[in-house]
């Protein structure tokens, strides 16, 4: 019986007008375009320099800005009040002012002030734009000092410790091998979880799930062909993901595919559990489609995928500790950087298995309600 | 083999749907009220009654589609409400909205149901040709169902239905925006099932169609105010056709149709 329900649902599959493409470009483009997108790293800032010295060291400093390659200088202002129209109009995000005598301060009294001022409306550009620019002011003054030392002028005055750090896992903090893992999470949790309900709330729109309901198919055999299709789809997905990672960023996983495919298997049944709770509640397309609608957004932002959970507010880390994609995502990214095999990730085995069996104990009860 | 069963049926008439005091309430609205009937196999069965006189709610319980309130039910010898497994592999249905799939062939269509019901793959195989031949349908064959002029759609519908010789096939509304020459030829497929021992229960707004019935039964909030023969139905309400005797008991409804 269930022959002929698998046989229909992949013949309806491959003529809709959309779902192929969707399932075939999905993970195409998420994979292809948001590492690229989704960056950290945060190049190309527009300066504007307020240079009131005009001496050697402070050209000096602003061709050492610019070439830290973070910065790229838009605009020489006379004066502060002008550098900030820059900003005020958007040309430029930061400004640095160095102040009068600041080559002369720095001879006399070896020490000088430089102001460094940021376009906070952007919070992480902000921080991070005065962040570099204070590394290269540092970096600056210990270069005087080290030139200094070697012409005899002055004695180092003050003893310098260089810290060295070791990135473990992901030595050149290429954020594309950290966001790979999660975005093929995020793809799994479509392909398996949001069309599949997408798909029985059609049936229940088109009245032909009230036909089948007449015949003698269980209805859980009816359920079980959608699933069923859709997470061969699902492993199809991933697998195709796995070798995008492998032919175009080169990133094959440290850990076992064999423990990946196990996390995913249970993911997989975790989110369509989830799926079926919304077609349950959903009669018409539209109602599941802002249901999916809300759940992915909240399902995206609590996850980890763009901001660590740990630097989120207490009540928020609450949240996200109920958000089955978060402990996914922590799985794809255990195994892929640093290797971690099932023991390692007992703590997010438990968390999944939990989450699928309240999701689909859930599914069959609100199921059975709605007869 | 048929005049045997058909000796059968004379000498000790077999009840295919038993229905006693049967009642559906939603909340406080009762919108089936303790209804009660049989019909024999074989039989064409008119299920009549305005818009929201409960048809399509009591069809549904016989269906094994929604639970009684109160009262006992059997279709085909099994209990609507206990053994509602055993009632579905023994009856077809076609509901008021065209149900089959429109994204798949007609031969998928008929496979896909077939199937479902246990055929095997041979077997489907046969009929199929034999069904899309006597239907004239050999052309259509691999056409999407979406693409079917809507009596040809009705008339597949009706023919997946019965496809699997289930004892009786529950119609509602099967003609509903069909043209008088296919409603005809619809007709004449369920007088055709009907000849093959089909128990036929057809709910339907055409009064000339009630005509066509064994017997009819009509509906009147909830309950069903006139049951006979079209025949003795016009006898007892002096009227010169069915429609007429609709009419009458119609006015009669204090419930509003949907």
């Known amino acids: 019986m269930i022959k002929y329900l698998i046989e229909k649902e992949f013949k309806q599959i491959s003529r809709n007008p959309f779902l192929p493409r969707l399932i075939m470009f999905y993970p195409l483009v998420v994979l292809l375009i ?91 550009v902000g921080g991070l734009s005065s962040e570099y620019m204070a590394d290269i002011v540092t970096d600056f003054s210990s270069q005087i000092r080290h030139e ?41 949790t479509i392909m398996t979880g949001f069309l599949p309900a997408l798909n029985i709330v059609s049936e229940k729109e088109a009245g032909t799930m009230e036909q089948i309901n007449v015949t003698p198919v269980p209805k859980f055999t ?74 992915m957004i909240v399902l995206i932002l609590l996850s980890g995928l763009f901001t660590p959970v740990n630097s989120m507010p207490e009540w928020a880390q609450w949240i996200a500790a109920f958000n089955p994609l978060k402990y996914f995502i922590q799985v794809m990214r255990s195994i892929y950087m640093k290797g971690s095999g099932f023991v390692d990730l007992i703590p997010q085995f438990f968390a999944l298995v939990g989450f699928a069996v309240f999701f689909n104990l859930w599914a069959v009860i609100s199921y059975r309600k709605s007869n | 083999m048929e005049n045997l069963q058909h000796n059968e049926t004379i000498t000790q008439p077999k009840k295919v749907i038993e229905v006693n005091q049967l009642v559906k309430r939603f909340g406080h609205f009762t919108a089936v009220d303790h209804l009660s009937f049989e019909v024999e196999k074989g039989e064409i069965f008119g299920f009549l009654g305005a818009n929201g006189a409960g048809k399509t709610t009591a069809m549904r319980m016989l269906c094994g589609l929604s639970k009684p309130t109160e009262g006992k039910g059997k279709v085909a010898g099994f209990d609507i409400e206990h053994q509602s497994e055993q009632v579905k592999k023994n009856i077809g249905y076609m509901s008021q909205k065209f149900s089959l799939y429109n994204d798949l062939k007609v031969w998928e269509n008929i496979r896909l149901f077939a199937g479902i019901y246990g055929m095997n793959d041979n077997d489907i195989k046969e009929k199929t040709a034999l069904l899309l031949e006597q239907l004239h349908f050999e052309k259509e064959r691999n056409v999407l169902v979406k693409s079917l002029p809507l009596g040809m759609k009705q008339k597949l519908a009706f023919s997946v ?98």
């Open chain 1, 148 to 188: 200094w030392v070697q012409a005899g002028k002055e004695p180092p005055a003050v003893p310098t410790i260089d810290v060295v750090s070791q990135n473990r896992f992901n030595p050149f903090l290429n954020y594309k091998l950290f966001m790979i893992p999660a975005m093929m999470a995020l793809v799994l």
């Open chain 2, 161 to 258: 239905a019965i496809f699997h010789t289930p004892e009786v096939v529950f119609l509602d509304e099967p003609t509903g925006g069909v043209d008088p020459t296919t409603r005809r030829q619809f007709w004449e497929l369920i007088y055709e099932a009907a000849e093959k021992g089909i128990t036929v229960f057809v709910t339907t707004h055409y009064m000339d169609e009630a005509e066509y019935c064994n017997r009819v039964s009509i509906m009147v909030d909830g309950r069903i105010e006139a049951l006979d023969s079209p025949h003795n139905l016009k006898t007892a309400f002096e009227a010169q056709n069915m429609d007429e005797v609709f009419q009458q008991l119609a006015r009669k409804a204090t419930r509003k149709a949907d």
């Open chain 1, 222 to 295: 009816f359920i079980f062909s959608k699933l069923l299709s859709y997470w061969l789809i699902g492993f199809f997905v991933i697998s195709v993901s796995f070798l995008i990672a492998w032919i175009v960023y080169g990133f094959v996983p440290v850990g076992h595919l064999s423990t990946m495919y196990a996390y995913a298997g249970i993911y997989i049944l975790t989110v369509s559990g989830m799926g079926l709770v919304i077609s349950n509640y959903s009669d018409t397309m539209q109602q599941a489609l802002f249901v999916i609608f809300f759940f």
């Open chain 1, 34 to 124: 948001f590492p690229w997108a989704a960056t950290y790293e945060i190049r190309n800032i527009n300066l504007c320099v307020v240079d009131n010295d005009h001496t050697t060291y402070s050209q000096q400093l602003t061709e050492k800005t610019v070439s830290s390659g973070y910065f790229k200088l838009t605009a020489f202002e006379p004066t502060y009040q002008q550098a900030m129209q820059q900003i005020a109009s958007k040309r430029a995000n930061v400004i640095l002012e160095i102040p009068p005598h600041f080559e002369r301060d720095l001879i006399n009294r070896q020490s000088a002030n430089v102001l460094i001022a940021s376009n906070a409306v952007n919070g992480t």
